[in-house]
Each structure stands twice: as C-alpha cells, then as structure tokens.
C-alpha cells in the first residue's frame, strides 16, 4: 500500500494523462497517417522531445516511486503553517483534477487538428474558439499548472528540477509555434496574438 497517498494520487493522475497522449498520438497516426509529430521532423522539435520525454517520464515515476517511500513529514517543506499541514496536499489534489478535466476539454476542442509540434510540411486548422478564445495555449498552460501540483506535492530537489526544466521547455515550444502559425496563417494569426494572452486571459487588447 501507498504511505503517501497524495503523492501516488498525482503520478497515477500524470500516467493517465500520458497514456491518453499515446492513444490520441495512436488514433492520429491511424487517421492522417502522421503520429500528430510526437517526434516533429523539424530538428529543433526532435532534440527538444528528446530532452523533454525524459522529464515526463520522472513526473510519472517519481511520484510513483517516492509513494511507497516512508519519509519524515518535514521534507516536504522546512516552514509551513500549522494550516497547512492538512490542506496542502489536498488543495493541489483538487486543482490538479480540475486542470486535468480542462486538459479533456481542449483536447476535445482541438479535433483532428490537435498536434504535439511543428511539421513544416502540413497546415492544420486554426482553432481560436472556445478554451482557444481567451488563451492562445490552454493546454500549455493547464500542464503548467498540474507541474506546479506536483511540485507541490512532492518538492524534492528532482521534481523541483524537472518541474523548472518542464516548464522552461513549454515556454520556449510556445513561442516557436506561434512563430510559425504566424508565418503560416499571416495577419489572421498576428491579430489574434494581439488580443489573447499565451498563458493566461489578457485583461486589456494592450500589453
């Protein structure tokens, strides 16, 4: 049995949201003859999901591992109010199902265009409504926001690092498919960028 329940909740909740990646990536392949770029021909993606896969691997193991490890409560974080000793694993629990849920609704939304990188050599729809309408990257920002959950679950100095890396690399991905959506699509896409916030809800059209 589990002795941290809510770090083996969080790795059991990353593995399903990987898996479910691998069946879409599966359903892709057998629907347009392209494994929806899980390995992008461009170079740069390439290296990029050789460096990037290894981190999902030690989000999904980690917590997994470390579950069934006795530890002394105060690894997890030196100083924490006494508040908190009761809700801070429940709360990131709660808010990781609630992104995970989200994470559906986006996937849903992309349709066939959904993709996991650039392939030059393929145009796919461009999608601005529902999640899509008042941020350009919900998805990027939901697995941000389930990273931070983790991190907070379990705060050891490996998941703090792959968390950090984790979340470096969705930046950087993000601009360099905006980048091209933006070749690709033109003054459609440029004036969309203007008025939707990448990560979160722009409050004002001006930054």
């Known amino acids: 049995m589990p002795r941290h329940w809510p770090t083996f909740f969080i ?3 990353m593995l399903a ?15 347009v003859g392209k494994a929806a770029n899980f390995l992008p021909p461009e170079p740069i993606g390439r290296l990029l999901r050789i460096l ?3 981190l999902v691997g030690i989000w999904i193991l980690h917590p997994l591992t470390m579950a069934y490890i006795k530890r002394p409560e105060r690894q997890a974080w030196p100083v ?3 508040i908190l000793v009761h809700l801070y694993a429940s709360i990131p629990m709660v808010i990781a199902v609630a992104a995970f849920v989200a994470t559906l609704v986006c996937w849903r939304k992309m349709g066939k265009s959904w993709r996991m990188g650039i392939d030059p050599n393929e145009t796919t729809e461009l999608i601005v409504l529902g999640p899509y309408a008042y941020v350009r990257h919900p998805i990027y920002t939901l697995s941000i926001v389930l990273m931070l959950c983790t991190m907070l679950i379990l705060p050891t100095p490996l ?3 792959a968390g950090i890396l984790h979340i470096t690399f969705l930046i950087w991905e993000a601009r360099r498919e905006e980048a091209y959506l933006a070749h690709v699509h033109g003054e459609p896409y440029v004036r969309y960028i203007a008025s939707v916030g990448r990560f979160v809800p722009r409050v004002s059209s001006n930054r």
């Open 80 to 82: 924490r109010p006494v």
């Open 159 to 161: 998941m703090l690092t």
């Open 17 to 31: 949201y990987w898996a479910l990646v691998i069946v879409m990536v599966i359903r892709t392949k057998k629907k």
């Open 52 to 54: 990037w896969y290894p």
């Open 11 to 13: 790795g059991s909740l």
